[in-house]
RNA sequence: GCUCAAGUGGCGGAAUUGGUAGACGCGCUGGAUUCAAAAUCCAGUUCUUUCGGGAGUGUGGGUUCGAUUCCCACCUUGAGUACCA
């Protein structure tokens, strides 16, 4: 029987799903292992060959320690909520469970098909409503628990309502959001519900807050940091605007320290531990707060441009419905008073005034409120001072008062009253604080200004008179830029002036406060001290508008560039820091600045705190309703909250999430069940309250929020009372190989350990690092093959339109072969290759003599891999039937006849037209081929290019494999029972040893060309023995699974090899007698000379150097020297 | 810009602590077999050469008896990140 591939495969995987061969037992003697891959997302387009590439890694690891006698969990599932189900549901209707559980089948048959030893008993599926159950709970125990930074761990919110009681939230030492304001014990006591509601929602795990979100328009929803590359969404590159929402957030930044530090306990690839460093953005430093200096309170008048008389006018016609009402009243108003709308007085543009009275009616709440009524009283004014709900509520209440008003002109009591507002409001700006976070305090006497985020919101309060209208025009500006003209230029600096000054916290110099846009709001405090002669940004900054540069380094020169360095230099024209080093001068200001209450030594993290909201349909709903606009947790025993159904996927037209078009989803706390909206009366929340019925969260959960879990969720799938069981918990612990793309280095691998440290807090899974070990593996890209359409383009001499081209279009699509590309020579293509049509069409335009000559050149077009043979040869009926457009096409062919493609490493994608899907692969040479010929390609980490051309050599040797155990033409099976030679079992011993080593290193590729070197020096040999092809096919098996049990049954083995012991190895067979030494003269190999491996150095050095092929090298010169590693190497230098 | 990884034949790649550079496979060349092709088998295949040899692991230096491996500088490519104070 000769080797057939398709026969056998089929067998072995009915066989192995038959007798569930790879179900892993919760209960063992032998030692677990757990050797997980990351699940996949079934997308429609199914698996390509370049997903497979870590299973069949992890695949073979996991059967090679079965062999090593370990109880082995190799589970595999779906992550199978996502956006690409849902967009595929919105375009055609089509119910995304539908779509996706039709691609998990599909998924499925293709795996099933590789031959992985999977426990398919233990499969889970994110979407399915048994999974996400425990995903829902996971978010109630988040909700319920807050973080303690003295006990460093999540606590149950009852500890912190335990403590409010008994003292308040003074000493409460907790990650909570920034803002809190204190209370004591009977304070707390004294809030309402819904206040102590308030309060806690900023303390706990997962919190609704009005964030800043990413939005997507297009995809109508909002995006984590990790789904948005260069600005725009990950999947479909749609853009990406700020936007503020109310949205549920995960406090992941309380974790931050411990993500961490958990990184030096597991061996996972550097480069993915320092994304993960990088992304978390510790940075040590320290909070430094500088007092404001009050604004000048006289300042000089300026007069009104016309550009100003414009905006007025602008906002006239723009003005407020309130004003305008008011106005309407004013103007009806019948007698001899007669009010002006929004007149220009001074330099104040007034509400409304009446000249004949001298009086102004005014709203309140102007920014400057106190500068105007100082000036409108000294001109001899009288102000009534009305605000939008006295104008709302009781007009006649405000016409009374502005009557009042008139009849009351008393000016020394308005000046009165202006002087204390004003007061007042010096008073408030002394109080005016900006806190910086810096990590150089060291350098604080360099600070020479301050630079402000335009979002920052002591920006409005603190810009003077004379410099608000350049600031609200700079703040207009950036709010405009989109992030991605941000990136765009880096290097423009921009900023403005606010006109306010700082106090330099020791020595009480004026500092600048300017706003700028390279300072951030979202990092730190959204302020920075500059110091222009120890930051570049800050130099730049400085040089460009002319700021100081003050020099604080000991013989630095800063006349070029900032001094960014830490060490080697010392501290000067500092007072008390002067001629400290970097380090000395950090203590001693932390020091300083925490003495004198101005400052203090903080660690601050880039990590932001995860938004959990999307505005999707197929992902998993929040187990959340709302009271009193107050969300609350559904009790766990009534999960799950399954999805509702909705007769269409798009958001509603009011803008809510496509969760709002169910007409089923709402709460009834009495039943405990969902209910029909119907019964929420109206909107409104009074009535609701009486029937205990309250509207659902209308958003659900993000991607990873399934995928943050589920390795512990194989551990026990099928559990329907716990998340897993304390048994089974127990048992696996945590995944000891994991093996997945390095796409995920800061989404799901961050998120993962951040619930797993949380669950461990909450004492759920006994370690707070999931996976022992983690591998990325490279990806396989594709080969795109290309061919190319001839083309001529013309170029008008005109020099109004010289660049205008014109491309011949029509008749002569025409293709030409690779070799051709080059020839662009226009005489050799024209005469040779044009129809008649297009001739005269060429030659109607080369009659114009201001076209040149045409330029020939060549579009590339892809072509569809599957077209084209290993020898890049197209077929070209293929490629002509593939597309209507390419029916008639001609083509350039070769010397020969062929015609060949272009090749391009490109990512493997449908639209490329390069995807090779493994089915194919299967087909023909056999997933065992597929198996080796994947491991084959290179290590395993490194991402490469697929091509087919290899894989023929694995399917010969998979051939010269099966020779070895049959004979004949025939193909008998033939296995002799005689011992084995010493030189067959040192082929067998030293494949052995290669093997367990290369499997230790994952250097899989490697061991794939020893089997090949074993194979070949066994066929060389005729070895038929049993005693040497037995433990072969174990040592072969992990790799090529199903050849491997057919041979291990033909063998007279009744059981699956799946458990059979690794063969051991013995280092006796490897032993030898002689080595052949190679004789190298300085350093460079020229000959080999054979002596007993017992022979000392000074002999071996006689003899080497009595040899005649050295004294033919040495030509006549004296060795210098002579070195002899006895069992390595003998080198001569001369 | 910063951080990380990597540069070896025509191609994928090998060389585990410094010790025979190019294992293994593809491709190519020649041969056997065949009516022919496929398949299979055998031999060769880094470059260069006056057939003695010489050069050679991105470039230039260094350490060493000896460097693909260690150190320094630079170049190129890929990945991540992006005004992070």
Not at 168 to 174: L, S
Not at 931 to 947: A, I, T, V
Not at 1002 to 1009: A, E, G, I, R
Not at 1067 to 1081: A, D, T
Request: net charge neutral; proline share 4%; glycine share 6%.
């Amino acid at each position: 029987m000769q080797y057939d591939h398709k026969k056998i495969e089929e067998n072995w995987q009915k066989h192995w799903a038959e007798n569930q061969t790879f179900k892993a037992s919760n209960t063992s003697d032998k030692p677990k292992y757990y050797v997980l891959d990351m699940f996949p997302y079934p997308s429609g387009a199914g698996l390509h060959v370049g997903h497979p590439l870590g299973y069949i890694a992890s695949d073979i690891y996991a059967r090679y320690k079965r062999h090593k006698g370990f109880n082995v969990l190799h589970p595999q599932g779906y992550d199978s909520f996502g956006l690409p189900a849902e967009q595929y549901a919105i375009q055609t209707g089509q119910h995304p469970a539908k779509t996706t559980e039709e691609n998990i089948k599909t998924y499925r048959r293709q795996l099933d098909r590789i031959g992985f030893s999977f426990d398919w008993s233990r499969e889970v599926r994110t979407s399915s409503p048994e999974y996400y159950k425990w995903t829902q709970w996971i978010f109630i125990q988040l909700f319920n628990s807050w973080y303690n930074k003295d006990s460093n761990k999540a606590e149950d919110i009852s500890t912190l309502v335990s403590t409010f009681e008994k003292e308040g939230n003074k000493k409460v030492n907790a990650v909570c959001d920034d803002e809190i304001q204190s209370f004591t014990a009977s304070a707390w006591k004294k809030f309402s519900k819904k206040k102590q509601q308030e309060i806690l929602l900023q303390y706990r795990l997962t919190f609704l807050s009005e964030t800043e979100v990413n939005w997507c328009p297009t995809l109508g929803t909002v995006l984590a940091n990790d789904e948005i590359v260069n600005g725009v969404s990950e999947r479909g590159g749609h853009p990406v605007v700020r936007k503020k929402m109310k949205q549920w957030s995960m406090r992941i930044s309380a974790y931050a320290q411990r993500l961490l530090d958990g990184l030096n306990t597991i061996d996972w690839p550097q480069p993915l531990k320092d994304s993960q460093t990088n992304w978390i953005g510790r940075s040590q430093g320290a909070m430094v707060s500088f007092k404001v200096l009050p604004n000048e309170v006289t300042e000089e008048k300026g007069t009104l441009s016309y550009k100003k008389i414009e905006e007025i006018k602008e906002l006239r016609l723009n003005s407020p419905k309130v004003t305008s009402l008011l106005w309407d009243v004013l103007r009806k108003k019948k007698g001899a008073v007669k009010f002006r709308q929004q007149y220009i007085l001074g330099d104040f543009l007034t509400d409304f005034v009446c000249f004949s009275k001298k009086t102004i009616v005014e709203f309140t709440g102007k920014e400057d409120e106190a500068e105007r009524a100082n000036y409108f009283a000294t001109e001899g004014y009288t102000v009534v001072y009305i605000t939008n709900d006295e104008v709302l509520e009781n007009i006649d209440a405000v016409l009374s008062k502005i009557n009042n008003g008139i009849q009351f002109p008393k000016i020394a009591e308005i000046q009165k009253v202006a002087k204390k507002v004003l007061k007042k409001k010096v008073e408030k700006e002394v109080e005016k604080h900006i806190d910086v976070f810096t990590t150089r305090p060291d350098t604080i006497f360099g600070v020479s200004f301050m630079t402000l985020a335009p979002e920052h919101e002591l920006v409005s309060q603190i810009v003077t008179y004379k410099q608000k209208k350049a600031v609200k025009a700079y703040i207009h500006a950036t709010a405009k830029r989109s992030e991605r003209d941000r990136m765009a230029d880096v290097k423009t600096i921009s900023g403005v002036f606010t006109g306010a000054y700082a106090e330099h916290p020791f020595t009480g110099e004026k500092v600048q406060i300017w706003i700028g846009d390279y300072v951030l709001a979202s990092y730190g405090t959204g302020a920075v001290m500059a110091v222009p002669c120890g930051d570049q940004r800050d130099y730049d900054f400085a040089k460009h508008f002319n700021i100081g540069i003050p020099n604080i380094f000991e013989g630095v020169d800063i006349s070029e560039e900032a001094h960014e360095g830490k060490d080697g230099t010392k501290i000067a024209n500092s007072d008390f820091l002067n001629g400290m080093p970097y380090k000395k001068a950090m203590k001693t200001i932390i020091y300083e600045l925490e003495k004198r209450g101005i400052g203090y030594g903080k660690i601050n993290y880039r990590l932001r705190d995860a938004v959990f909201s999307r505005q999707r349909y197929w992902g998993e709903p929040f187990p959340v309703y709302y009271k009193d606009g107050m969300p609350q947790m559904i009790d766990a025993k009534h999960l799950p909250i399954v999805l509702p159904e909705v007769e269409k996927y798009l958001p509603t037209e009011d803008g809510k999430p496509p969760l709002g078009r169910a007409e089923k989803w709402s709460w009834n706390t009495k039943t405990n069940t969902i209910v029909d909206n119907s019964f929420v009366i109206s909107s409104g929340v009074e009535k609701s309250q009486n029937n205990g019925i309250y509207p659902l969260e209308l958003n659900t959960m993000p991607g990873w929020a399934g995928s943050s879990w589920y390795f512990n969720r194989y551990m026990d799938p099928g559990n329907t009372e716990e998340f897993a069981s304390k048994e089974a918990l127990d048992y696996w612990q945590d995944v000891d190989l994991y093996i997945g793309g390095s796409e995920h280095a800061t989404g799901h691998l961050l998120y993962a350990r951040f619930w797993q440290k949380f669950l461990f807090d909450k004492g759920i899974v006994p370690v707070d690092e999931f996976a022992k070990k983690l591998i990325n593996q490279g990806m396989i890209t594709g080969t795109s093959a290309f061919v190319y359409q001839l083309n001529f383009s013309f170029k008008f001499k005109d020099t109004d339109k010289e660049n205008t081209k014109l491309e011949i279009s029509g008749n002569e699509n025409i293709f030409v072969s690779k070799n051709f590309v080059d020839n662009k020579d226009f005489d050799f293509w024209y005469p040779k290759y044009f129809s008649k049509l297009s001739k005269m069409h060429i030659e109607d335009i080369l009659k114009y003599e201001q076209v040149s000559k045409p330029i020939v050149s060549f579009i590339p077009k892809h072509s569809d891999v599957s077209f084209v043979n290993t020898s890049d040869e197209l077929d070209i009926g293929a490629f002509k039937n593939w597309r209507p457009e390419y029916n008639d096409v001609k083509f350039v062919t070769e010397e020969d006849g062929t015609f060949k493609v272009g090749r391009e490493v490109e990512k493997m994608s449908k639209s490329k037209y390069n995807v090779v899907s493994p089915d194919a692969i299967c087909e023909e040479y056999g997933a065992d081929s597929l198996r080796l010929f994947e491991m084959f390609l290179g290590p395993l980490e490194q991402s490469k290019p697929w091509s087919d051309s290899g894989i023929s050599g694995v399917y010969s040797f998979l051939k010269k494999l099966w020779k070895l155990y049959h004979s004949g033409d025939e193909g008998t099976f033939v296995v002799s029972k005689d011992k084995a030679t010493a030189e067959e079992l040192k082929t067998l011993h030293k494949t052995i040893k290669k093997v367990d080593e290369d499997i230790a290193n994952f250097s899989f590729n490697t061991s794939v060309s020893s089997f090949m070197i074993a194979v070949n020096e066994l066929g060389s040999l005729k070895c038929n023995k049993r005693e040497v092809l037995e433990p072969l096919a174990i040592l072969i098996s992990p790799y090529a699974p199903h050849i491997a049990e057919e041979l291990w049954n033909k063998l007279g083995h009744k059981t699956s090899i799946a458990t059979a012991e690794f063969p051991v190895f013995d280092g006796k067979h490897l032993v030898e007698s002689s080595k052949n030494y190679p004789i190298s003269f300085n350093g460079k190999m020229r000959f080999m000379l054979e002596f007993p491996l017992d022979m000392n150095k000074e002999d071996i050095e006689k003899a080497v150097l009595a040899d005649e092929k050295t004294i033919a090298q040495l030509a006549g010169r004296e060795p210098k020297k002579v070195i002899v590693v006895p069992g390595k190497i003998v080198n001569i230098v001369g």
